[in-house]
């Protein structure tokens, strides 16, 4: 089949456009974003064209499917409207896709990313497995039986999904331009869980995910450090080198592992992926040696090293995730002073999570924000609402922009963490290019 994707580079998209080329279809696509994006890598090693024009052959038996970015007077989707052409919405695609395989689904409002690596990689070195992750990783081959699928929650587009296992991270308020409330969102949760056919493994630390009502009979595994939990890790141990733990399963000794990742949240990361390794009977010592090789992903705690100053990339763009991402960076380097780079991204949700912005941005000894960007909101429907705010409730905080980058140059001997969805990478290039002509 043909496949033409509008808004390729996007996370999303570029991981989806990678499958279908893998699963043997033709697949190309349109993108408004002419310049080089870190989604785009597996796209250039498929050799997929990406198009920036509104005047390029499409035949006519191509399915068209698209971001959310893009609405209905785009351009490139008026055209395609025009021709006719069969237009699908990237979650029907995705939705399609998971009722191929045992499709286990990982999803929640923090570690999606990561917890679904962890998982598509253990699996991948022993049963063999094709992955979707939203940073542009994606890989398929159509003998594989088993599907790893990071599930967004955004526009309730993971309800599309037809899952075998749910591993639910945790659930906390977002995407508040989309949910009505906190018991909006604990409601979706519990509609999606309930779609799973085989196994269902939840962290039983979070509030939020106890209030589930799982009407399935199924297999239900929690999963955390509190003793109420079915799997539990235990005797933990975090250092500069990462994290090391033990791990029970129903009160008996399961075995240690070694994490080389930062911060509680990811030793939570690690044990929602053994609930699903092991309930596949993968020999645990194998399980424990491709975990402590695990790199992480990709804008995850990513680390750059200039001299004295370490730089930090992170897509924490939640105040739990800009929160755990500065004490991950106090744990690896305790004897450097953290300063927190900051790119808000939606009006609405540093307008309804303002306070927690506040709040995690003080675990930092010195806090930049830039002014908020958000391309699918405008700032005249949010009257009030800037990165002024979060500055003027931090000690001592500033704003930032690209002719005030410099401003970062005199800490030294610190780790700048650069932390946003949006495109923050730019910031940070500039940033590099001062440290390099000041060296």
Do not use: W
Not at 313 to 338: F, G, N
């Amino acid at each position: 089949m043909k496949y033409y994707c509008i808004g390729i580079k996007g996370s999303g998209m570029s991981t989806l456009a990678q499958i279908l080329s893998d699963l043997g279809n033709s697949v190309s696509g349109y993108d408004d974003h002419k310049g080089f994006k870190y989604t785009e890598q597996g796209l250039v090693d498929r050799n997929i064209k990406i198009y920036y024009d509104n005047d390029h052959d499409i035949d006519k038996d191509t399915i068209v499917t698209y971001s959310v970015a893009f609405k209905e007077d785009h351009p490139e989707m008026k055209r395609v409207k025009k021709l006719g052409l069969t237009i699908k919405s990237y979650h029907e695609v995705m939705g399609d896709l998971t009722k191929m395989f045992e499709t286990t689904s990982i999803c929640g409002t923090h570690g999606k990313t990561t917890t679904a690596l962890l998982l598509s990689d253990v699996l991948g070195k022993t049963l063999g497995c094709n992955y979707f992750v939203g940073t542009g990783d994606g890989y398929a081959k159509e003998g594989n039986k088993y599907f790893v699928v990071e599930s967004d929650e955004f526009n309730r587009h993971f309800l599309s999904y037809s899952p075998t296992n749910v591993l639910l991270t945790n659930i906390e308020l977002d995407h508040t331009e989309i949910y009505k409330d906190i018991d909006d969102l604990i409601e979706t949760f519990n509609t999606f869980v309930n779609k799973a056919t085989r196994l269902i493994v939840m962290c039983g630390d979070d509030k939020n995910i106890r209030k589930l009502n799982i009407k399935n009979d199924i297999e239900k595994v929690y999963y955390g450090f509190n003793d109420d939990n079915d799997i539990i890790a235990k005797n933990v141990i975090l250092n500069n080198n990462g994290s090391s733990f033990d791990v029970y399963i129903k009160g008996e000794y399961y075995g240690h592992f070694d994490l080389p990742l930062f911060g509680k949240h990811m030793i939570l990361n690690a044990l929602g992926s053994i609930g699903i390794l092991s309930s596949y009977n993968i020999d645990v010592n194998i399980i424990h040696k491709y975990l402590s090789e695990f790199k992480g992903a990709k804008r995850r705690f990513k680390i750059k090293e200039f001299g004295n100053v370490i730089e930090i990339d992170d897509y924490a763009h939640h105040p739990t995730e800009i929160k755990v991402t500065l004490e991950s960076a106090r744990q690896k380097y305790p004897d450097k002073e953290i300063v927190a780079v900051f790119l808000p991204n939606t009006y609405s949700r540093t307008k309804d999570l303002m306070d927690d912005f506040i709040d995690s941005l003080k675990l930092a000894n010195k806090t930049y924000v830039f002014e908020i960007e958000c391309n699918r909101e405008k700032s005249e429907d949010f009257p009030g609402v800037t990165s002024k705010t979060i500055v003027d409730n931090v000690s001592g905080a500033e704003l930032i922009d690209k002719d005030t980058i410099d401003k970062l140059l005199k800490h030294d001997n610190s780790v700048i963490c650069f932390m946003s969805c949006a495109d923050i990478e730019k910031y940070e290039v500039m940033f590099e290019d001062l440290l390099k002509n000041k060296k």
